[in-house]
């Protein structure tokens, strides 16, 4: 069964940015040859679930190619229709019949890259089996909160804790199903 | 100079409390002789500081004696003065005012033991000088959140991750102050 995850980095008050998609303070932890993981990790998917926001704003900031490279399924997920280009689908329907639809299909895990609506929404309907959580040492204090308000309540199953030079701490977790 | 310390259990989705203060969800990391470092972090206090409504709260569940123990100063901050009762004063001062006054005294540290009301208004005056935050495996959705809006912009000091058998994980940060 494939997997959806996520992986994702926060101050330790919980915001993914500070207001007006200020990502400023993921510098505080930037430092050359540490990706903190994500090599490793995207070695374990093949297809990118991803908020038209977002998409736009990756873009825009570091160029198309950083989807468009040929190597995996990016669905961005949208309430205007576009048309698809290459291995780049835009989806504007049902996120909960998007994940059935992947997860009947053969492949490797299913990374949700944000943003927090297209999180929360897939949080909400308990579709999230693996966070992978990067705590950013800094309380920013407003902005855009990664858990809103409305989940489920999920317990969850602790993998694993690690700690960088840097003072970033990544949190694994897993979801427990019974 | 005394330090100022949080020391507090959340949930990963940064809730310290479920609607109706249920902290039910503190349960799934009951441990019988873990107290995750609570009585190591006692010695190093002799003041507390606490919401009215937490103070309450826990002297109906534990009973007075939780407070009322002749080791420590206890400051309830409240808008309705009270009469002191021995080591416990009601305080309907101003918080900045009451750090002060205990830094200016000597003594060992003090622990602000909630609730979010205290703990954000010491946050949001920056005199906060340590938070060991617990993060207990699970999502839960709603309730009283650690970390309310509003806080100016903190950079931490890591100290480190510590993890339990439990799941629980510790993390520990010093302010930074340049």
Redesign the interface.
């Known amino acids: 069964m494939r997997k959806v995850k996520l992986f994702i980095a926060t101050s330790?008050?919980?915001y993914i940015a500070q207001p007006n998609d200020d990502l400023s303070?993921l510098k505080?932890v930037e430092k050359e040859g540490e990706d903190y993981g994500y090599t490793a990790f995207n070695s374990t998917i093949d297809t990118v679930i991803i908020g038209r926001k977002t998409y736009d704003y990756v873009v825009k900031e570091i160029g198309i190619s950083h989807y468009d490279n040929g190597e995996r399924d990016v669905y961005v997920v949208t309430r205007t229709e576009r048309p698809d280009s290459g291995r780049i689908k835009f989806y504007s329907g049902s996120l909960v019949e998007l994940v059935a639809k992947l997860n009947n299909e053969k492949g490797k895990d299913i990374y949700c890259d944000g943003g927090a609506e297209v999180v929360n929404e897939l949080?909400k309907n308990d579709l999230t089996d693996e966070?992978t959580?990067s705590?950013v040492?800094?309380?920013?204090?407003?902005g855009t909160r990664?858990?809103k308000?409305?989940?489920?309540?999920?317990?969850?199953?602790?993998i694993?804790?690690k700690?960088f030079e840097s003072?970033?701490?990544q949190?694994h977790?897993r979801r427990k199903r019974d």
Chains 1, 2 share one sequence.
Request: proline share 6%.
């Open positions: 330790l008050d919980g303070f505080l949080l966070l959580i705590i040492p800094i309380l920013v204090g407003n990664l858990f308000e409305g989940i489920p309540e999920q317990i969850l199953e602790f694993s804790a700690t003072g970033l701490t949190l977790y």
